[in-house]
């Protein structure tokens, strides 16, 4: 099918612990996103992507890794997950970097303890 | 450094109320300003971009207007339904190209 997927749903992690948040589109868009939404904020910028292997910082980087090595796919990595990470995570794409066009996957859950 | 703040965050009308959601933002200096639909569970869904130079944006039963000047944008929903309860957020981009974030407005309509 068609359209932008996350994986997994939920995910319960340990401090310290290494995790790999999967993105997969079908669309071929150059642009892909990762945000972080959290309660009382917004959707807040973490990694974006304007095509393969080309990658650049948002607004809250720290502690997180992404990588781009084909158009499709764009996992998120935490490094060493800490509490403060504990947040749901949305993946987007977008022919254009001003975001209008996006489509969104339906989030990851992701819980630190 | 832009902030976008929306009012009310949450807000619950009978069915078939006309509505307004207000989203504001600090600096006037957009590129666009869109807004977005969030179902619980489910990604954000795109309702309506509006260009800088625009002033407003009509889709079906939404009606958004831009006032760039006072760096205010409402959603005006007409004939609200059940179907229309969701999170709705607004985003700017800016010189940057990065979208700024409202943190939204939950709408519940009673049947």
């Known amino acids: 099918d068609a359209g932008i997927t996350q994986s997994p749903r939920y995910k319960i992690t340990e401090t310290g612990r290494q995790v790999t948040l999967m993105c997969h589109q079908t669309?071929?868009?150059?642009?892909m996103f990762w945000y972080r939404q959290d309660l009382g904020h917004g959707l807040r910028l973490i990694y974006y992507s304007a095509a393969a292997d080309i990658t650049d910082k948002g607004e809250v980087p720290d502690g997180y890794v992404v990588s781009r090595s084909k158009t499709e796919n764009f996992p998120l990595t935490l490094e060493s997950a800490t509490r403060s990470q504990t947040s749901v995570y949305f993946c987007?794409?977008?022919?254009?970097?001003?975001?209008?066009?996006?489509?969104f996957g339906s989030g990851t859950r992701l819980t630190v303890v | 450094k832009q902030e976008v703040t929306q009012i009310p965050a949450a807000l619950s009308v009978p069915e078939g109320e006309n509505l307004v959601l207000n989203c504001s933002f600090t600096?006037?200096?957009?590129?666009?300003l869109q807004w977005f639909r969030q179902d619980p569970g489910k990604g954000l869904t795109s309702l309506l971009l509006i260009q800088s130079s625009q002033r407003e944006q009509t889709s079906g039963r939404l009606n958004a207007s831009l006032d760039k000047s006072s760096g205010r944008s409402t959603l005006y929903i007409a004939a609200s339904q059940p179907g229309d309860s969701a999170t709705y957020l607004c985003?700017?981009?800016?010189?940057?190209?990065?979208?700024?974030w409202g943190a939204g407005t939950k709408l519940i309509i009673k049947p």
């Open positions: 669309w071929s868009h150059s642009y």
């Open positions: 600096d006037s200096a957009i590129y666009n």
């Open positions: 987007a794409s977008s022919e254009a970097r001003l975001g209008y066009g996006y489509t």
């Open positions: 985003a700017v981009s800016g010189s940057n190209y990065q979208l700024i």
